[in-house]
């Protein structure tokens, strides 16, 4: 049973630039969320995708912005980086059933913005 | 706003003995609760859920949950030195319709 997968494990990009990191849910998962976990906090969520549609989003700039496609996988994009951006971002996928929602984490992609 | 609060540490516990590590929630309406365990570098990973008032017992975790008190604690029970690592507090307002809302996590060490 495949878990959440997350490319690129790394990726260093400049000031100005934009970035898409990628997420595949665990297989049978059809929501995905993505968090962004700076060094020494919590992480804080950004949206949530169910049914290609953003259901939710967290207190993020329009600069973030999402895709998921049919097959559940998701993209995250970030337009005009800043050296604040530079932190791990984590997928979540889960199943949105009985009212629970148990979340369970890719390995993440470290973003370093120089 | 949602607020999740969680002693940072260090927490320093000996080998065999009980961890007990806490948490704090702020919205009232929250429906459901999870503990994380993080170790660096790594991606947070579910250790346990926990939904209605009372004791959840997993192997050696146990969940305690007190909505009256909006408390959530984690107990592990014979402590090992690879349980050293961040403990993440997550809550949820249930039905999938948010995201967690996360502490900043207790950053727990178990002396050998």
């Known amino acids: 049973d495949a878990g959440v997968t997350q490319s690129p494990t790394h990726l260093i990009k400049t000031r100005g630039q934009q970035v898409t990191l990628r997420c595949s849910p665990k297989?049978?998962?059809?929501?995905v969320s993505w968090y962004q976990q700076a060094l020494g906090q919590g992480p804080q969520f950004i949206f949530q995708?169910?049914?290609?549609?953003?259901?939710q989003r967290g207190n993020f700039p329009d600069r973030f912005s999402g895709h998921q496609f049919p097959n559940y996988s998701s993209e995250l994009n970030v337009n005009a980086l800043l050296l604040g951006d530079s932190a791990l971002y984590l997928c979540?996928?889960?199943?949105?059933?009985?009212?629970?929602?148990?979340?369970?984490f890719g390995p993440g992609t470290r973003l370093t913005v120089l | 706003q949602k607020e999740v609060e969680q002693n940072s540490g260090p927490l320093s516990v000996p080998e065999g003995a009980i961890a007990s590590l806490n948490c704090t929630y702020s919205?009232?309406?929250?429906?459901?609760f999870f503990w994380y365990r993080q170790y660096s570098g790594k991606s947070p990973e579910l250790i346990m859920s926990i939904y209605s008032n009372g004791d959840k017992e997993d192997g050696r975790f146990t969940a305690q949950l007190n909505k009256a008190s909006q408390y959530v604690s984690l107990l592990i029970r014979d402590s090992q030195p690879s349980d050293s690592a961040t403990y993440l507090c997550?809550?949820?307002?249930?039905?999938?319709?948010?995201?967690?809302?996360f502490g900043k996590g207790t950053h727990l060490i178990i002396q050998p």
């Open positions: 297989s049978g998962h059809d929501t």
């Open positions: 979540a996928s889960s199943l949105i059933t009985g009212g629970t929602d148990t979340q369970y």
């Open positions: 919205d009232r309406g929250s429906q459901s």
């Open positions: 997550a809550v949820n307002a249930g039905g999938g319709a948010d995201g967690l809302t």
């Open positions: 995708y169910y049914e290609e549609e953003e259901r």
